[in-house]
């Protein structure tokens, strides 16, 4: 079993001078403020299993809030404050929380809606009367300590419903994986409200009794003006691309920087060879997701294999499956599964969604996946999104691997659209990087020499930009349903 998070933190918060977030917060009066906030909890008649919905803009008091949830046992459950009033009536309705915690501007709404609601300074206002020892109940490794609603872009989002053991363990082996200590310096410009910035980031700091330079949103300047101070950042790739985009990237300016981390979406071969080239580090990419947390990760040392996610973590095991459920042979594409430690209990109050997910005690992500000779595993994309044209499988991700290489070409996304002939057809969906002119006929005669013919886009779009998420991820569902009718009458 391994440690949980609020045994570390008290660790951690011994040594009086230990930092954890840097210009701001010392681990011992984190403890305190836990604690603190710990009371008054429990002063609103919160408990264990209770949930508590936060939806606020990024600050550190979010972290201690979820801190604080665990000391309780009371359920964290954090909301994107990106999501409309309506929006968030689905998790309302469906997690039932004792309480939802908010920015001021938003009580009114979520009040109308039925919620029990406080806003962040009258909960932070409450706390300061309340004494900052706490003795912490007995916790099981099988409690669950928060529920993050999936990020699912078709049907209704899933409430993922994680242990207080999923976290501790692969914070765990993060920590060792990468090489996390005390001297460490994490950048933190990630959102707080989802798996990455939460419990990835968050997380590994906390078990390492390292600290962070913790920036409400992701702006390159002032990214680049922390680097000097920072040993690590973790990023999405759509960090990678746009510091890439400034002039002030420089070896100069990540001379400090221990290791760059990328995750929560592909981060294509070129960005990976193009940040190389400019600062000299490979970026460590690595896979996970919210049901599972951290399941893959390139080597820290040894070769990070660019279009790959790297092994397994230690404790975690993965498989590729073919349509009949069967283990494949080494090198075939098919559905990623993972067992260990880091799987989720299940999806909140979807017993049987749950029961679909999961084949033998192995949960299906619903990624299409290989491993190669050495072991790494390759993301090939979300089954939903494979392309099955004439017959033939298409991955997404190769053709977009092809596109990414093109001159001029800033970011791809692969598509399969409904064609008369082709059952799908594939279509790219491009945007042009700044300055340079793409069109059809060459982007396609480009390929031509790469990719099999039935891998070839029919259509090649050229966009302003493409549909993504917070977390930087492409929005195919809304690609494929703007452009359903490309072909038809064809
Ligand atoms: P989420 O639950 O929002 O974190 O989304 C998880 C999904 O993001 C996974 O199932 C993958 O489809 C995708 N994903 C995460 N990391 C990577 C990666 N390094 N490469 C490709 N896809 C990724």
């Known amino acids: 079993m391994s440690t949980d998070v609020i045994t570390r933190l008290k660790q951690m918060a011994v040594d009086p001078g ?6 701001g917060t010392s681990y011992a009066a984190l403890l305190d403020e836990t604690g603190r906030l710990a009371h ?11 949930r508590l919905l936060m939806q ?31 929006e968030t009536e689905h998790f309302l309705s469906d997690a039932e929380p004792a309480l939802a915690v908010t920015d001021p501007d938003r009580v009114t709404g979520l009040s109308a809606l039925g919620a029990r609601v406080l806003d962040l300074p009258a909960l932070i206002a409450l706390s300061a009367d309340q004494p900052a020892a706490f003795v912490d109940p007995v916790h099981a490794p099988d409690d669950l300590a928060a529920i993050l609603y999936t990020s699912g ?11 207080r053991e999923n976290l501790a363990s692969n914070a765990e082996a993060l920590v060792g994986l990468w090489r996390f200590t005390e001297a460490d310096v994490l950048l933190h410009a990630l959102p707080v409200f ?4 939460l419990f990835v980031a968050t997380n590994c ?3 390492s009794g390292a600290s962070m330079i913790f920036q409400r949103t992701f702006q390159p300047a002032s990214v680049l003006a922390a680097l000097p101070r920072a040993t690590v950042m973790m990023g999405v790739p759509t960090f990678y691309t746009r510091l890439l985009s400034d002039p002030g990237l420089t070896r100069e300016a990540t001379a400090h920087m221990r290791l760059f981390i990328s995750g929560s979406a592909p981060l294509s071969p070129a960005t990976h060879a193009a940040w190389r080239e400019r600062t000299g580090h490979a970026i460590l990419e690595r896979y996970g997701m919210t049901e599972t947390n951290m399941i893959a990760s390139n080597p820290y040392d040894g070769a990070r294999r660019a279009g790959t996610v790297g092994m397994p973590l230690p404790g975690v095991e993965v498989r590729i ?4 459920g069967a283990v494949l042979p080494q090198g075939e594409a098919g559905a990623i599964e993972v067992r260990g430690p880091n799987v989720f209990k299940g999806y909140w109050r979807l017993p049987e969604k749950t029961a679909e997910e999961f084949r033998d005690g192995w949960f299906v992500t619903g990624d299409v996946g290989a491993f190669d000779a050495e072991g790494y595993l390759s993301i090939l994309g979300r089954a939903k999104d494979l392309v099955i044209t004439g017959g033939l499988n298409v991955y997404p991700a190769e053709v977009e691997a092809a596109l990414d290489d093109l001159p001029g070409v800033a970011a791809s996304a692969v598509i399969g659209v409904p064609h008369p002939d082709f059952g799908e057809a594939v279509v790219a969906c491009l945007v042009a990087a700044k300055g340079a002119a793409l069109d059809e006929g060459s982007v396609r005669a480009a390929l031509r020499d790469r990719l099999a013919a039935f891998k070839l886009p029919k259509r090649v779009l050229v966009l302003p930009d493409l549909p993504r998420n917070a977390m930087g991820k492409v929005q195919k569902a809304e690609l494929r349903r703007v452009y359903a009718g490309l072909f038809a009458g064809t």
């Open 153 to 163: 872009t078709t049907g209704r989002s899933k409430g993922v419903m994680l242990t």
């Open 205 to 207: 700091v906390l078990y």
């Open 56 to 86: 606020v803009e990024k600050s550190e008091t979010v972290l201690s809030l979820y801190l604080a949830c665990l000391r309780t046992g009371v359920i964290f459950l954090p909301v994107n404050p990106g999501y409309t009033v309506t």
């Open 18 to 23: 230990r930092v954890w977030i840097q210009d």
């Open 40 to 50: 008054t909890l429990l002063s609103l008649g919160l408990g264990k299993g209770d």
């Open 321 to 324: 499956t073919g349509p009949d």
């Open 194 to 197: 989802h798996t990455h910035g």
